[in-house]
């Protein structure tokens, strides 16, 4: 197998990333909503042009993960809180998201990305880190507890119009 390697996303790969996350976002959570909200989110979150705003937005940065020249996964961070009404810290910021691809679970992927995400918010001053997950996605609660993440709150997450129960997980840096 090819050696992972990780670097910062760039403009040339705005349609490869927005297509791996629109895959993996369908592979994992499609069958929840509705085609309308399905479709709604996914060019709300998910398209090229949100990607390009988040490249431009200084306060961003998205890391991708490559097996030789195959997109496999890819982490976004915000220098800036998320949900300061749950903030411990008094430099809190957030992981984003951290998808990898529908077929490339496994294999230190998600490892090698939520490293290099801990490392990136610690490095700009991070003393706590959010994330949001979905109330009934198990197996990215595990992953995240493994990173010291412990549930801090009950929140919502909306995909076009429909309402997602989400936890919100944070960790003292």
């Known amino acids: 197998m090819t050696d992972l390697s990780l670097r910062p996303a760039t403009p040339a790969d705005l349609e490869s990333l927005s297509e791996l996350a629109r895959d ?19 060019a709300e979150a998910l398209s090229e042009a949100a990607f390009a705003a988040d490249l ?19 982490a976004k961070v915000a220098f800036k809180c998320g949900f300061p009404d749950h903030a411990r ?50 197996g990215a609660h595990r992953f995240y507890k493994r990173y010291g993440f412990a549930k801090v709150a009950d929140i919502t997450f909306r995909v076009g119009e429909h309402i997602d129960p989400e936890f919100l997980f944070a960790r003292m840096t």
């Open 24 to 42: 993996a976002f369908i592979a994992k959570f499609g069958h929840l909503y509705s085609q309308a909200n399905l479709d709604l989110f996914l």
């Open 56 to 74: 431009a937005d200084p306060d961003r940065a998205i890391q991708l993960a490559f097996r030789g020249d195959m997109l496999v996964g890819f």
């Open 89 to 138: 810290g008094s430099r809190t910021m957030e992981l984003k998201q951290l998808y990898t691809g529908a077929q490339a679970t496994g294999g230190g992927i998600g490892s090698a990305l939520m490293d290099w995400a801990m490392a990136s918010l610690t490095a700009r001053g991070a003393d706590e880190v959010q994330l949001s997950v979905y109330a009934e996605n198990f």
